[in-house]
């Protein structure tokens, strides 16, 4: 089993920065790969970033060159390092764990970017 706890969402204005954190516990395995997702209103879950076993990092198109993603996948932090938002980043965002088949979930973490 692997929990997932992220931190970091709130309020901020367009043109702002956030950086929310993904701690993980339990068995994490070499071969996990760990992902950012947001879910906007009205719209479905979407990766947003991701960190594979290969080491190779991975954006979505609408957050490339604003997000990076950071950390350390092995002892399962990851930070999402978001600059230059817009209105429409605005969602709940989760981290998962990826071990094998099974992904793990997070609770979620709001952000909210005002226009």
Same mark, same amino acid.
């Given at each position: 089993q692997v929990r997932?706890? *992220?931190?970091?969402?709130?309020?901020?204005?367009? @043109?702002?920065?956030?950086?929310?954190?993904?701690?993980?516990? #339990? +068995?994490? =395995?070499?071969?996990?790969?760990?992902?950012?997702?947001?879910?906007?209103?009205?719209?479905?879950?979407?990766?947003?970033?991701?960190?594979?076993?290969?080491? *190779?990092?991975?954006?979505?198109?609408?957050?490339? @060159?604003?997000?990076?993603?950071?950390?350390?996948?092995?002892? #399962? +932090?990851? =930070?999402?390092?978001?600059?230059e938002l817009k209105?429409?980043?605005?969602?709940?965002?989760?981290?998962?764990?990826?071990?094998?088949?099974?992904?793990y979930w997070g609770?979620?973490?709001?952000?909210?970017?005002?226009?």
């Open positions: 997932l706890v *992220e931190s970091g969402g709130g309020l901020v204005q367009s @043109g702002g920065s956030l950086r929310l954190s993904c701690a993980a516990s #339990g +068995t994490l =395995y070499t071969t996990d790969h760990m992902h950012w997702y947001r879910q906007s209103p009205g719209k479905e879950r979407e990766m947003v970033a991701e960190i594979v076993a290969a080491g *190779e990092t991975r954006y979505a198109d609408s957050v490339k @060159g604003r997000f990076t993603l950071t950390g350390d996948r092995l002892k #399962g +932090t990851v =930070y999402l390092q978001m600059n209105f429409e980043d605005t969602g709940t965002y989760y981290c998962k764990r990826t071990s094998g088949h099974v992904g609770q979620g973490t709001q952000v909210t970017v005002s226009s």
